[in-house]
């Protein structure tokens, strides 16, 4: 272990840390640390978070920031860190059931554009429009010629939202089949979380190799100039919060300066 300094120590001794030091066995204090920086990182993140909703808020603006990923990587509770401290009035979170009957008769992309911002709004979506480019063919939701057809208008669809003046943030978060697999184990083993496993779930590492060549077809299609995929490596989470925060707020001129 490396030699404690002043600052590590301050941390150390902070309720945040003492709290980190002790709430997992084996006792480990490099873990502490980091969770401790982290949590700094966080809150400096999430002041930004609010600027950059405030500015939205003056300035009419609307933003959609679409989450994918593979099951279990982490989806839920990064949008929970970056929507925890900003104002509840002005976001909304997506995250849309199996179509209806009557959904599965309309266009595609309608029950999406439904769920679109309004002025100053920011809506963050847990799945979206892209299920239809891995989840639904992988498991045989839709037909081949419905994915084709996505496949053929969904760079379309972005531009025209882009065009319209809002601002699209498309994140994709990536974790390896073993960590998949550990957080699997982990969620049927823990009674406050079996609920979160799903039978796509028990699906997925089956369907891992499926999963990867619909996914690489899909960036290779949609991660256009105008419209491009950011990958978060998640194997560790909070590294891949700060990491989402972070591209959020790169993305999006805001004003920086702006007081709040």
């Not at 891995?134 to 498991?139: D, F, L």
């Not at 105008?226 to 891949?240: C, D, G, M, V, Y």
Request: aromatic letters at 10%; glycine letters at 4%; proline letters at 3%.
């Amino acid at each position: 272990m490396k030699k404690l300094t002043k600052s590590d120590l301050k941390k150390l001794n902070s309720k945040k840390g003492l709290l980190a030091l002790l709430s997992k066995e084996p006792l480990s204090v490099e873990r502490a640390l980091r969770y401790v920086n982290y949590e700094r990182k966080l809150k400096k993140l999430q002041v930004e978070l609010i600027r950059l909703q405030t500015w939205a808020i003056k300035n009419n603006e609307r933003i959609i920031v679409v989450f994918q990923g593979r099951d279990a990587a982490g989806k839920g509770g990064a949008i929970r860190r970056v929507t925890e401290r900003i104002n509840p009035r002005f976001m909304r979170i997506v995250a849309l059931p199996k179509p209806t009957e009557d959904e599965k008769s309309q266009w595609y992309f309608q029950r999406y554009v439904e769920q679109l911002p309004k002025a100053g709004e920011m809506v963050f979506f847990d799945r979206s429009w892209y299920n239809r480019a891995v989840v639904e063919p992988v498991n045989g939701f839709c037909t081949q010629k419905e994915y084709k057809i996505f496949m053929n208008q969904v760079n379309d669809f972005e531009r025209m939202i882009l065009e319209s003046g809002i601002h699209l943030v498309k994140i994709y978060m990536s974790i390896s089949k073993k960590e998949q697999a550990k957080r699997f184990a982990d969620i049927k083993s823990d009674p406050l979380k079996q609920w979160k496993m799903t039978k796509l779930d028990e699906k997925a590492q089956d369907l891992w190799e499926q999963y990867t060549e619909y996914k690489n077809a899909m960036f290779e299609k949609t991660n256009t100039k105008i419209s491009p995929w950011k990958i978060i490596r998640a194997n560790r989470k909070t590294e891949a919060r700060v990491n989402v925060i972070n591209h959020i707020l790169q993305s999006i001129p805001y004003d920086k300066n702006l007081e709040i």
